[in-house]
């Protein structure tokens, strides 16, 4: 019996509440991942004291960081959106659009802008929601952070290659939801 060739699975991110929705399936999977959580203590000071007393105040955030690659050249275990001179601008623009105000435009984006999207708009909309999936981590987020290094470039000066650095903070939906403003 010969050995079977098995498919790695793919870390992915994906949009809620937005259509057409934003699907990234990671071409290669971060090497790195870092999963950070906070809380928050105040500090109690008691007289006579040698160190001050901490109360537990409230929990923080889980923060989530990484990097992928992208490739324009190569196919990869997963093919990427490309245009039609192979630039991978398509495939950046889904993480632009994780952290610009939510549009269902976004997939039509001029270049690497998403200004004239919102020509018109007076009342902008958060980011959409998302998704993050690696492995048995599946959690609510939203997307923070996206720092797009490009690396390599066509003779036009099209991105072929970047490296896409993402941070998300995880949601989780108790039902408390914040209340509007006055007058809002």
Same mark, same amino acid.
């Given at each position: 019996m010969g050995l079977q060739q098995q498919t790695a699975a793919r870390g992915t991110l994906f949009s809620l509440g937005i259509d057409p929705q934003i699907v990234i399936e990671f071409q290669?999977?971060?090497?790195?991942?870092?999963?950070?959580?906070?809380?928050?203590?105040?500090?109690? *000071?008691?007289p006579g004291a040698f160190v001050p007393n901490r109360q537990y105040v409230q929990g923080g955030d889980r923060t989530?960081?990484?990097?992928?690659?992208? $490739?324009?050249?190569? $196919?990869?275990?997963?093919?990427?959106?490309?245009?039609? *001179?192979?630039?991978?601008?398509p495939e950046l623009n889904k993480y632009r659009a994780l952290v610009n105000p939510k549009t269902?435009?976004? *997939?039509?984006?001029?270049g690497s802008t998403f200004a004239d999207l919102y020509?018109?708009? *007076?009342?902008?909309?958060?980011?959409?929601a998302a998704v993050f999936a690696f492995g048995d981590m599946i959690i609510d987020c939203v997307v923070t952070d996206v720092t797009i290094t490009?690396?390599?470039? $066509?003779p036009n000066l099209?991105?072929?290659?970047?490296?896409v650095a993402v941070t998300l903070i995880e949601t989780v939906d108790y039902g408390n939801q914040p209340t509007q403003p006055p007058g809002a």
């Amino acid at each position: 019996m010969g050995l079977q060739q098995q498919t790695a699975a793919r870390g992915t991110l994906f949009s809620l509440g937005i259509d057409p929705q934003i699907v990234i399936e990671f071409q290669y999977n971060p090497t790195e991942l870092q999963d950070k959580r906070t809380v928050t203590y105040s500090t109690i *000071n008691t007289p006579g004291a040698f160190v001050p007393n901490r109360q537990y105040v409230q929990g923080g955030d889980r923060t989530i960081t990484f990097s992928v690659d992208l $490739d324009g050249l190569m $196919d990869g275990p997963v093919p990427i959106e490309t245009d039609n *001179n192979g630039c991978i601008t398509p495939e950046l623009n889904k993480y632009r659009a994780l952290v610009n105000p939510k549009t269902g435009k976004w *997939n039509v984006a001029s270049g690497s802008t998403f200004a004239d999207l919102y020509a018109g708009v *007076n009342q902008f909309n958060p980011p959409p929601a998302a998704v993050f999936a690696f492995g048995d981590m599946i959690i609510d987020c939203v997307v923070t952070d996206v720092t797009i290094t490009e690396k390599l470039f $066509d003779p036009n000066l099209g991105v072929l290659r970047a490296k896409v650095a993402v941070t998300l903070i995880e949601t989780v939906d108790y039902g408390n939801q914040p209340t509007q403003p006055p007058g809002a």
